[in-house]
């Protein structure tokens, strides 16, 4: 009969569905997405404002 001994890579706990490297690395993405619109939501409104401060936009336009 074959052995049947545990996995050596095994501790004979179960692992908990919420840790691990694949969830590791999704939450590590959505913090990037993250970071990145609120830096692109801060370089829009800067722009907006230095065109508004130089005369590029506003009622004066018209």
Do not use: N, Q, Y
Request: glycine share 12%; proline share 6%; aromatic share 2%.
């Amino acid at each position: 009969m074959a052995d049947l001994s545990p996995d050596p890579d095994s501790t004979g706990e179960t692992r908990d569905l919420g840790s691990g490297p694949d969830r590791e690395s999704a939450r590590g993405k959505r913090r990037w997405a993250s970071v990145l619109g609120i830096i692109i939501a801060i370089v829009l409104v800067l722009l907006i404002v230095v065109a508004h401060l130089t005369g590029a936009i506003g009622p004066g336009l018209h």
